[in-house]
């Protein structure tokens, strides 16, 4: 039986990289021809352990530290890499960590690249937006991985979905009126994506991978302006009014049967940093 070819998932404790790993290991026909190792700053911090109870290997590297991505991809046949420019705030740390993967992937052999990339805004604009940092820093890479000739697949994640609740979208006080504000016409066009789709793209930019490199891949559910937006959401809270969740049925019988409460909806909005604002006004 031949061995299993290796993907090596950088940011695995992440969004992007722990999507990837955890959908990598729940296919059956991929999980039997790929193994995951998932590289981490911390192999023992619980999120990593969770990995490697759902069968990856982990592994230990910092971004920082080439040696140790070198290390860390070291024997695999393909890497999916992601940066993180909020962690650091800091542009150049991020090019160069992207930079090291590349050549570090180059330099390893391996045989598929897949970097989780971003346009470069400057350029787009003709440079009336020349600091969209963690856009351009993603750009820069992918600029710099197709000079080096090494095979690679460019995945280019859209608007995630998390930033619309809390942020944009929210019931704004005294009146509690939903809002959505976006600094854009609400006729804009936004790629919408759900982060926790990522590894559905790349198990297939993995199983097309011929047919994907030196490519981009857009990972976005369709595009929506912010007006179709408002209108889902208002179309999914409709079933509220016009039937009931549960079609008026009484929670008594079934509430019956917890020996521990549920949690309530004033300690709910007391712990999550998205309704802050509205606790005094909504308990």
Known sequence: MAAKKIIAVFGATGQQGGSVVSAILQDAKLSSEWSVRAVTRDTTKESAKKLAAQGAETVQADLSDKKSVVQAIAGAEAVFAVT????SLNA??????????????????????????????KKLTNGKLPHVYHFDGKAAVEEHT?????????????????????QALRADPPAHVWTLALPMPESAPIPVFDITDTGKVVKSILQNKEKVLGKRVLGAYKYMTPKELLEEFKANMRLMDEGGYYGGASLDESHALLEEPLTSWKEFIAKAPAFKDLIDTLV
Not at 84 to 87: D, G
Not at 156 to 162: D, E, H, L, V
């Open 84 to 87: 993180n420019y909020w962690e």
């Open 92 to 121: 150049e740390l991020e090019v160069k960590q992207g930079k090291d993967i590349a050549d570090a992937a180059k330099e390893t052999g391996v045989k598929h690249l897949i970097w989780s990339s971003l346009m470069d805004v």
């Open 146 to 166: 197709r000079s080096l000739g090494i095979p690679a697949t460019f995945f280019m994640a859209g608007f995630y979905m998390t930033n619309i609740p809390g």
